[in-house]
Each structure stands twice: as C-alpha cells, then as structure tokens.
C-alpha cells in the first residue's frame, strides 16, 4: 500500500505503540483543515488512506474527498469495509453462491480455495423461527424445536460452510437479531489488525445493518450479491455521499419513548427525500439519548431512505462499550484513537451538505401505518387513519372480532427490543394492568421476542416478565418472528371469522417495517409502536380508539382505565433500568455465543472443499448463474435489448417484500404447486425466507406477493398477461412462455421501485424470470445496486414523463452504450404499429458498476477475474 500523504504515524497508549493513519497529518500535507469534515466521511477519508494502491485507490481519490470540507463532489470511489455481517434468510443464498462459485472454478481448471472470504463474515441465524406457540410458558422450547426441524437441513449447509470457509463464523439459532448481536458484542468500534488500528466498518446483507452507526461504526445494508463481492476482497464501488447534518436539541418529554422519536424522524427524512445520502446526528439534545436511543434511530435508517444515520463518538459510546462488557483495554483504545483523529464529538459546525434541526420537546407519542413505517398518526388520530385507509362497518359489540380488532400484538425486532428503556415500560406497563385485573383481548395474539438473552435475563431479574406472561407475552424465541412475517398461523376460529365476515383487521408490532401482506397475508393493516404502547392495544384489542381520552378497558371492579393509569413515570423506568441491567448480564449471556444449544450441537456436517449437492434436496440447489458463463469478461459497453414484451407494470411504492416475499408459500401458488409436486405437503412448506437456497422455488416465488397489483390485469397478486395470447396467468408461467418464445422482458414500474429489504433475491428473481431492464420513475438505493448485481438494467424515466404512457401491450426495444448516469434510447411500439422514442436515464453510477452489467452480473465477474 502507498502512503502518498505520509499520514502512517504511532500512537502510544498506556506504553504500547499502535500504527494508525493520522487524518490531520493527511489534511496538513493537502493544506485542507479537516477539522469541519463530517465524522463519516472521516470514516471514508481514513479508508481511502489506508487502502491507497495506486489502482482502485488513487491520490486523487483521497484528494478530492477530502476537499469536501469546501464543496461536495460527486465522484466515483473505492471503499474496503472492515468486515459482513449476514442473517440466514440472505446468508444462505450467499453460501449458496459461493458454493456454486468453487464448483465453477473446479469444473474449469482451476483452484476452489480461491473462493474464500478475505474479510471477517458473521451470520446470525435469526430469521427462521416462526410464533407457532405463543402465549404459554412452553412456548419458546416449542417453537425452538420446530424451527430446528423444518430448517435442520438449511443449518446442516451453514455448518458446512463455518467448516469450509476460512474467516467465516456462524453465531446459532436461538442467541439474538444479528443487529442486536452486533450492537451488543461483535462490534469493536475501532479494530485492531496487528498492531495498526483503525474504524471499524461493515456491510451487511439485512438493510437493517444501519443499527450500527448507532454505536460510531458506519455501515448500511447492501445485496447478498455485493455482500459477496466484498467477502471476496472485492471494494464497493461508490459516489461519494451527501452527508445531511440533523441537528438534534432540548430532551424528550415526559412519557415520549426513542419509538415515538424515531417514527417522527422518519416521517421528516422521508418527506425531505435522503436516499442515498448519509445522515449525520449532531447537537445537545444527543446528551439526551442513550445509546441504546440512538441505536433505534440508527436502525430505521432504511425506512427514511438514508443509506446511514451516523452517530460520532462520545462518552455515551464508551459507557456502552463498557456496560456490555468490552475489555477495559478496548474501552481505552476507542477514547484515545477517536480524539487523536478527530472522530470525537465536537459541538463545531460542520460542513453538510444540507442541514435539518428538531427539538425533542415537540415529539409526541405515535404509531406508524397502516401500511408505511414513514406514515406517522398521532395517538388521538388512530382510530381516523383507519377508517380513511378502509371501509369500516361500525360495530356496538366491541367484545366481538371486528373491522380494527388487533389480532397480532408483538414486541419484536431489534429496532425496539435492544432498549432497555422501552422494554422496561413495557414491563412497566404489564404490572399495572394486572394490578388492576386487566388481561390481553381473547382474539389477540400477543407474543414476546427478544434481539438478545440479555433482554430476559433483566425482564426476569426485575420480575416483570411474569406480568408480561399474565397478559400473554411469553418469550417465544430470540429471533425477528413477526416483524419479517414469521407471525404464524392465527387462532382457525379467528381466521375463519376473518375470512367469513370480510375483516379488515390490525396487527401491531415494535418492528420496523409493516408493508401490505408482510406481517400476515389477513392482516392488511399493520401498525408500528413502542412496545409499550403494544401492550397498551392487547388491552385495547382495537385500533378504533383514541388513546388520549377514551378508557381502554374496565378493571376487575368496572371502573374505566385510561391510558394514563397504567403508563409509568420517565423516572420508574429508568430506575428500574439502572437497577437490573449490568455488565456482569452480558459477559455471561456472551461467553458462549458460538457455542449454541443441544439441537444445535446435535447437527452433524462433513468438512469438504466442494459442497455435495442433493440433487432430491428442495431447500439447497447449485443455482444456474453460471452455466454459460465464459472465462472472459465483456469489454463491450453496448446494450441491445429488442422488441421486449413487458412482463409487469407497477404502482409507487413496490417493496422488495412485493417482489420476492419472505413468508408463507400459498398452496396454490407456482411455488407451492411445484413443492406439492415434489411430495411435500403444505404444512412442511416453510416460508419463501427459508428456501432462498433453491432457486426453484425463488423464481416461481418473484412477484408472487399475494397483495401486489399488476396494472396489465385487474386481479390482485401475482398475475399477467401474456400479450401474444392475451391469455391471463401467474407471472412465472407467463416468463416461462415468453422464454420458450425467447421473447425479452421487461418491467415498468413508478416511485421508490424496490422499497424495504436488502433482499438480494428480488434482483436473482427478476433476473432467472428473463427481466433484462426494469423501467422506474426511482429506485431505492439497495435494489438499484442488486439489480446491476445480477446484470439486470435499472432505468429511470426522465422528469415529466411517468409510467402511464405505458399500458402494458407496447413492444420495448433499447440500444446504446452505458455509462454512469448516461441516456438510453428508448423505442416504444405500440399496437396500432406506431412507435414514440424517449430517453430513458441509465441508473448505473460508476465505471465498476459499468463493468459488472456488461459482465451479467458482479459474480460473474470476479469469477472472470479469477482465471
């Protein structure tokens, strides 16, 4: 490595002399201060330093950076993350891939071993248990023994991989959320790699991965696809980010919650539009949040469209280090590096690139829905949001199932359950419920899971999880359950009232996410809260309530109970945290991460080089990206895409969970009919999370959301015309028409196409379907850079033209070179034989990015690169 800038110098701390790269030594040689540089782009800045080779880093890379303290520029640059986090719903396909990838480079002469991680990789298995018992003290060791049995031969392949892989660690089923793992214990904050320190920095294949900039590490969620690339020493290619200052000031007030913060930060960031921007939190009110507060922020970074919310280091950021067990040595070395390098919160002004300022004082309690995480409604408001967004028959017998009964309330997903103070009110709010007699609605499905052990270590120690089971919430599993639709099956008598009487009914949840058909395919409308307020509706058993001034329920003498009889004081909580949450909790529930429990050791796996593939198997299949692959990669830039048939059109606002579903397998979907058709009956399915490893069944799964709306047809789900014989089918079959045709395809859609999860599997999806371009009026950033990924062409359409001037039936055709950010012309035919030329904006951003889509697809290249 190139040290241009002679900013290689020591460090001593307590006697022991550390090589870092001084960012001030680097500026002073630039003649730039760096001092007013945003902390993350430090963080870059550093990078670029430490990787300078003259090829994928240049001087001018560092240079141009660092000149961002007077003006940003937009330029292309290589960054190195430290290190991947995985969960198993995208961990597994990447295995998968790799897998597939040593195959390839056997078959063709050359050395598997190649195919290995360069870069620390971590998966969490937390995405596979479902709440199939619940309610009952029984009801983890239930759901923890199913969950082994439907996915043993999924956790049979990990273990394989751990095995194989060299620099790859498995953290078992049944200890946490990978972010909350992360967050708790694999973070370092700043690494140390013999005896040169540096920050630590991730990606991560869950687009939650953001929760981490929480504790001063910068890292955001990408692909499983771009997460490979990196394990395999690729650096991810990116523009150097706008980074918005918000500015937070004052204290929250009393019986406001870090949920109701964050929906409100949510709600501001979406409406002034940041994707693909960094957020930078700064101002006295961050004297005010705990880490655990920031964390949350940080976390639903996805839903407000940034690819970070980056919190600086501070003393918070020690005390947190310390409280869950760092070394003593660590906690040092974060303090002493941070302030040599500027990477300490400072009260100075720094140079954003835009700037925002909220007063913590004027956040108020809120849930977020029904359908978006960004659509705020103010608790007096619940009750009006509902009945807007869906016809409603009004009801007098509100001890019957009805049009906004809450059937699911849950406390999950790590965006809530890693805060102590929000976990602690809930319990709070439990033991004064049942203080007063009051007990969950019976047609409430209440539920309890945990990011971490940690969290029922101090719910137990405090003995408010004993109120908690009196209501219902059982611990069922340590795992993200109903916040990605792991929810499972509701009561048969409450499903079949469901479905007889037409209900539109509520779930809600802590988690983070709460788009159509995501938290349960009969719930269509799903609200976000703090867990607190989750309890709250158990006992309300409705959404059509105004919390602020209607009673909740009666007490066991009839006497009404309002919210404010059960809420308790700022002051209880945080008493009652202070008293239960220690550091001696953490080292203990840690020590053995990796260990896992009995039915995980009871797993047994062969180590190999190559992975035996079962051909009989229907969760773990050798994918076909490779099959006619050649060893050399395509220097050319033209695209030519001819006489396309459109596939699909969509609305604004398509999720990754509308275009690749995570949960149930509908029997009479393609993917349950060719299950079916394998002898495996509908019970055994599993969800569409957990057969991310057979492509077979990924592709008849794309576009298979029962709730998403083709334009092309008047049916909901995931229906089409095939155009030639205007015949009505499933998208699948309809692909794989037009693939015997050896027809093109592509897909038309609106705003914000690819929304939500970092799901490389809604990219691998559309790809294997034939998709050679997706037409969009915006991307979101993860699916954007997924779609180059697997080759296929994002394309945006140019200010004032839409999606409407498509009605499905046209004929597409493209050609031309692709450049970042280039023009495309688009030749549209329509069906009176007359045609219209528009241009169409090439999303592809940089030169690499260039290289991968020409390639068919970033694995496709680094296997080219690999002979």
């Not at 392949?157 to 214990?185: A, D, M």
Request: net charge negative; with cysteine.
């Amino acid at each position: 490595m190139n040290n241009s800038l002679n900013a290689k110098t020591t460090l001593n701390i307590d006697g022991r002399l550390y090589n870092y790269f001084n960012l001030s030594n680097a500026g002073k040689f630039l003649g730039v201060n760096l001092t007013k540089l945003p902390c993350s782009l430090k963080v870059l800045l550093e990078n670029l330093l430490r990787n300078e080779d003259g090829v994928s880093v240049k001087l001018d890379d560092i240079k141009i950076l660092a000149n961002c303290v007077k003006k940003h520029i937009n330029h292309e640059i290589s960054y190195k993350p430290a290190r991947v986090l995985m969960q198993d719903f995208t961990g597994v396909p990447a295995v998968v891939d790799l897998a597939s990838m040593r195959n390839y480079v056997k078959k063709n002469g050359g050395n598997p071993s190649k195919i290995n991680p360069s870069v620390p990789v971590d998966l969490v298995i937390d995405h596979s248990v479902q709440v199939d018992s619940y309610g009952s003290t029984s009801a983890f060791g239930k759901n923890v023994a199913l969950e082994v049995k439907r996915n043993l031969e999924r956790y049979q392949f990990l273990k394989w991989g751990e095995s194989s892989f060299i620099n790859f660690r498995v953290v078992p089923p049944g200890t946490g959320i990978c972010h909350q793992v992360n967050l708790e214990y694999l973070v370092q904050v700043v690494c140390n790699d013999s005896g040169v320190l540096y920050p630590d920095t991730l990606v991560g294949t869950d687009s939650h991965t953001t929760m981490v900039n929480g504790l001063s590490v910068l890292g955001w969620g990408v692909g499983g696809i771009e997460a490979e690339s990196v394990m395999l020493g690729q650096p991810i290619s990116m523009v150097i980010p706008e980074v918005v200052g918000f500015k937070l000031i004052g204290r929250l007030s009393e019986g406001v919650t870090a949920t109701d913060l964050v929906l409100t930060i949510t709600n501001i960031l979406r409406t002034k539009g940041v994707v693909g921007r960094f957020v930078e939190f700064h101002g006295d009110g961050l004297d005010c949040l705990s880490l655990a507060d920031r964390a949350t922020i940080a976390n639903m970074a996805p839903e407000y469209g940034a690819t970070c919310g980056f919190f600086p280091i501070d003393q918070k950021t020690l005390d947190y280090l310390n409280l869950t067990g760092r070394p003593k040595e660590l906690v040092k070395l974060v303090e002493v590096y941070a302030k040599e390098q500027g990477l300490w919160r400072s009260n100075d002004e720094l140079a954003f690139f835009d700037t925002l300022e909220l007063d913590l004082s004027s956040v108020e309690p809120v849930i977020a829905g029904p359908k978006r995480p960004q659509d705020k409604v103010c608790l007096s408001q619940v009750a009006e949001s509902f009945s807007k967004s869906f016809p409603v028959n009004e009801s007098e017998e509100s001890d019957k199932l009805q049009d906004g009964s809450v059937v699911i309330a849950a406390i999950t997903s790590c965006t809530n359950t890693s805060n102590p103070s929000v976990m602690i009110a809930a319990g709070l709010v439990a033991r004064n419920a049942v203080t007063l007699g009051l007990k969950s609605k019976p047609w409430v499905k209440t539920s309890l899971a945990p990011g971490s052990q940690v969290v029922t270590e101090y719910l137990e120690k405090s003995e408010l999880q004993e109120d908690l089971n009196a209501l219902g919430f059982n611990l069922v599993g340590y795992g993200c359950t109903t916040c990605i639709g792991n929810s499972g099956p509701l009561n048969e008598d409450i499903e079949s009232d469901i479905k007889d009487k037409n209900l539109t009914v509520a779930a809600v949840l802590s988690g983070n996410r709460n788009f159509e058909g995501r938290i349960h395919p009969l719930v269509k409308a799903n609200y976000l809260a703090s867990p607190p307020l989750v309890v709250v509706y158990a006992l309300a058993g409705t959404v059509q309530i105004d919390l602020t001034k209607d009673p909740i329920c009666k007490d066991k003498n009839g006497s009404d109970v309002y919210l404010k009889d059960i809420w308790p004081t700022d002051s209880e909580v945080e008493s009652c945290v202070k008293s239960v949450v220690t550091r001696e909790m953490f080292i203990q529930k840690y020590k053995d991460v990796f260990s896992g429990d009995e039915h995980w050791q009871k797993i047994k796996c062969e180590k190999s080089e190559i992975y035996d593939w079962d051909a009989k198997s229907t969760y773990i299949q050798n994918p076909p990206y490779f099959d006619n692959l050649s060893t050399k990669n395509n220097k050319s830039n033209i695209i030519d895409i001819k006489n396309a048939q459109i596939l699909a059109m969509f609305g604004d606002s398509v999720t990754t969970d509308h275009i690749s579903p995570a949960g149930n397998i509908a029997s009479n979907s393609p993917a349950g009919i060719y299950l079916k058709g394998l002898g495996i009956e509908p019970q055994d399915f599993n969800s569409y999370g957990s057969r991310r490893g057979n492509h077979n069944v990924m592709m008849r799964g794309t576009f298979a959301n029962i709730r998403i709306r083709n334009k092309m047809v008047s049916a909901e789900g995931g229906y089409t015309k095939h155009i030639p014989s205007q015949e009505t089918m499933s998208i699948f079959d309809a692909a794989m028409q037009y693939k015997r045709e050896a027809v093109p395809l592509v897909v038309i859609a609106g705003k914000e196409y690819g929304t939500g999860s970092s799901r490389d599997w809604a990219a691998k999806g559309t790809a294997l379907l034939g998709i050679k371009a997706v037409i969009a009026e915006s991307f979101e950033r993860i699916h954007r850079s997924n779609l180059v990924g697997m080759g296929v062409l994002p394309l945006a359409f140019q200010d004032g033209v839409t999606r409407k001037i498509f009605d499905g039936s046209e004929i597409v055709s493209m050609k031309g070179e692709v450049v970042p950010n280039g023009n495309l012309e688009c030749i549209i035919k329509r069906k009176d034989d007359s045609e219209q030329s528009i241009q169409l904006k090439c999303c592809v951003q940089t030169a690499t990015e260039v290289k991968y889509l020409m390639s068919g697809g970033v694995l496709s290249y680094i296997l080219a690169q690999s002979f």
